[in-house]
T-cell receptor, first 115, second 111 residues
Framework: EPEVTQTPSHQVTQMGQEVILRCVPI?????FYWYRQILGQKVEFLVS????????KSEIFDDQFSVERPDGSNFTLKIRSTKLEDSAMYFC?????????????FGSGTQLSVL | KQEVTQIPAALSVPEGENLVLNCSFT??????LQWFRQDPGKGLTSLLL?????REQTSGRLNASLDKSSGRSTLYIAASQPGDSATYLC??????????FGTGTSLTVIP
């Protein structure tokens, strides 16, 4: 069964450093998402992406965050200058169409630890 | 802002028992509701999706219901098995894009 692939599975970085989290969505999907889950808290929406542009973003997704689809297969989340509170599990998700009856497919996540 | 609550936070049942997980949401203006399963160290797997116009969906031993007007959904698991042990999350979306998740119910099925 097709799946969303995320790399790396774990990332450790120093505060203030830039990190790029990578995702390969399912190949025929058109909508892409980033969510995050801080330990012990709810899964939170960050951003949705369609047709090479951001379609929605949350308050969390400030100027330190950016997303890109650099080629036909990868979807990346960049955090420009990481803070301690950015430590979380980051999930990429994709959806074939953005309609009401389409399931979200999630990757296994990247555990980001900011020291 | 949409708030999603799940009760109970944790549940432990003997194998074979039927069980119900509850989800409530504050804003009834939703496109759909999804139930997910989360295993430790893994991503979320979508179990069932109920569109806002639907009342329930079934998949195997799972049945999810939706009462949009009262802001409630339930996930019924029949004849529970140890392999059902996981955290179950419900999530609603007002737009089809941004999902609001509950904190989940951690289920343990004891052999």
């Amino acid at each position: 069964e097709p799946e969303v692939t995320q790399t790396p599975s774990h990332q450790v970085t120093q505060m203030g450093q830039e990190v790029i989290l990578r995702c390969v969505p399912i190949s025929n999907h058109l909508y892409f998402y980033w969510y995050r889950q801080i330990l012990g808290q709810k899964v939170e929406f960050l951003v949705s992406f369609y047709n090479n542009e951001i379609s929605e973003k949350s308050e969390i997704f400030d100027d330190q965050f950016s997303v890109e689809r650099p080629d036909g297969s990868n979807f990346t989340l960049k955090i420009r200058s990481t803070k301690l509170e950015d430590s979380a599990m980051y999930f990429c998700a994709s959806q074939r169409l953005g309609s009401t009856n389409e399931k979200l497919f999630f990757g296994s996540g990247t555990q980001l630890s900011v020291l | 802002k949409q708030e999603v609550t799940q009760i109970p936070a944790a549940l432990s049942v003997p194998e074979g028992e039927n069980l119900v997980l509850n989800c409530s949401f504050t804003d009834s203006a939703i496109y759909n509701l999804q139930w997910f399963r989360q295993d430790p160290g893994k991503g979320l797997t979508s179990l069932l999706l109920i569109q806002s116009s639907q009342r329930e969906q079934t998949s195997g031993r799972l049945n999810a219901s939706l009462d949009k007007s009262s802001g409630r959904s339930t996930l019924y698991i029949a004849a529970s098995q140890p392999g059902d042990s996981a955290t179950y999350l419900c999530a609603v979306t007002p737009t089809g894009n941004q999902f609001y998740f509950g904190t989940g119910t951690s289920l343990t099925v004891i052999p």
